[in-house]
């Protein structure tokens, strides 16, 4: 089971690294680690794990992140929908995953974006693509296309860039780190 003392910390090269391609079949190690991202996720969403074990809440997790240089990331994305308590709106493990094409329009969270690898805040917005698809392979090694839009695809954009070796910061503006952008929409 992963904890934070797990989680590679901005400084350590395997974040900076470009990761590599997981093979197929899946090794049994593979398998493990898929297992163990989603898991520390659930774990970190349930309020009291995560304040027993100081957790930070999770919604998604790059192999990168837990020292392991490979394509595969987990997204956790919960329901916030009032009656919707252990429902996610997005729950899946990428590997490989590619972005094929990305909207014109662009998103970006209100409060801009943090990474349970970066202990400090980073204030500024994160421009994003408010709609994205991404290539992947599933568990089976088969290729899927999934359709993202919104929260759900800022969060996929945050953990595609982990496997490249690029973290949230990079896309602040430096000199006018909220700086209002034109056909951007903002997701509070
Ligand atoms: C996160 N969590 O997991 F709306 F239940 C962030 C951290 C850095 C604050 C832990 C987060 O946004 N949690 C959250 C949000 C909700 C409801 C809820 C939990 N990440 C993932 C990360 O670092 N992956 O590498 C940072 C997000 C910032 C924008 C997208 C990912
Ligand atoms: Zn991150």
Redesign the pocket.
Known sequence: MYMMKDITRDGDPVLRKIAQSVQFPLSDEDKQLAHDMMEYLINS?NLEFAQKHHL???????AP?VGISEKMAAVLV?D?RPNAEQDYLLKITLINPVIISNSVQKAQ?AEG?????VDKDVPGYVPRSARITIRYQDFDGNTQTMRVKNYPA??CQ??ID?LNGHL?YDHINQAEPFKATENTIIIS
């Open positions: 969403q930070r809440a999770g919604v998604g997790l790059a992140q919960p916030d969270l974006e943090g990474c349970l690898s800022i969060v945050h953990e982990h949230f």
